[in-house]
């Protein structure tokens, strides 16, 4: 089915938002954005998006509503509520939420509207290179039908979209990548201290663990960030804010993490 003509809501137009709308808007989707910052209004609406001044605006008569936020507190400030997208969005509409967050949060938020709209999570694996190229991958969680219906509108910047189950599998399957992320990358930061311990230095050590049984994505990861220092600074933050939703969804479960949180949070890298 072509995509000319069906209206796509979109909340949360920033670094990894503003890409999706430009694929979006690229494939034929009528994108109905609400963005803050008059710059991205202006360069969405030059790429054929049309910039609204409202939350409640971007989710009116849109089949798929999309939000790309940073957190949950983000998530519920801008989807609960009267004056919120859940509330605004069609009955029948399918809401999208890439959220690296918690279960807790879309549950209570689809307690809040149990009329509808259909809530779905996809949290997203990579950047926004990834997303210009239409390669992210996309886990989505959610009734069947909701996940059918999302899935061809997420197509158009992600390759793979891995249906995950019921709602909340998507989030739990990718808290689960993101804690083993940092645990990879605590060890792989102790094997550049190891190796400089050794006399071994961190070039002749990443170009080794390309081809040898020791390495890894995690390795790749820090090799092109500039070493293990660069990547601190450029995505600890993300991985701090990750395993700390990972521990808080396992004890919600009543769940531990044993080795995997013993790793992430005890290493060279500041993750705790």
Known sequence: MSATGQVVGFVGAGRMGEPMVLRLAAAGYRVQVYARRPQARE???AAGAVPVESVAAAARDAGVVISCLFSDAQLLEVAAGADGLLAHADPGAVVVSHTT?????????AAEFPDGPVLVDAPVSGGAHDIEAGTLTVLLGGPDDA?????????SYAEPVIP???LGTALNLKLINNVLFAANAQLVAAAVELGKNLG????SLFEALQQCSGGSRAAGYVQSAGGVDSFAKIVAPFMRKDVAACIEAAADHGV????LQTVAQNGPLDLS
Not at 101 to 109: A, C, R
Not at 147 to 155: F, N, S
Not at 256 to 259: D, I, M, V
């Open 43 to 45: 360069r969405l609406a």
């Open 101 to 109: 967050g918690t279960v807790g949060t879309l549950t209570g938020l």
């Open 147 to 155: 996940v059918a219906r999302a899935r061809p509108v997420l197509a």
């Open 164 to 166: 995950t189950g019921a």
């Open 200 to 203: 071994v230095s961190d070039t």
């Open 256 to 259: 531990e993490l044993g080795q």
